[in-house]
C-alpha cells in the first residue's frame, strides 16, 4: 500500500511540475518550442533505454543481466 502511495505522491509532482513548465511556455508564447525539446529529451531516454539493439530485443532478462542481475 505504501507503494502505491508513493508512486502517486510522485506522480502528481511530475505531472504539477511539467504543466508549470507548460503554462509559462504557453504564457511566453514558446510552447513550440518546449514541446519539440520534450519530445527530443524523452527519445533520447527512450533510445538509452532500448539499448543498441533496439526495443525489440530488449527483454526483461537482457536488462537485469545488464544491470548484473540473475
Do not use: C, K
Not at 500500500?1 to 504543466?19: D, E, K, P, S, W
Amino acid at each position: 500500500m505504501l507503494g502505491v502511495r508513493l508512486n502517486t505522491i510522485h506522480n502528481l509532482y511530475f505531472y504539477a511540475g511539467m504543466m508549470a513548465q507548460i503554462r509559462q511556455a504557453i504564457a511566453s508564447g514558446t510552447f513550440a518550442d518546449f514541446r519539440a525539446r520534450y519530445y527530443e529529451r524523452r527519445d533520447q531516454l527512450q533510445a538509452q533505454a532500448d539499448g543498441p539493439d533496439g526495443p525489440e530485443n530488449r527483454t526483461l532478462a537482457s536488462s537485469l543481466a545488464e544491470e548484473g542481475r540473475p
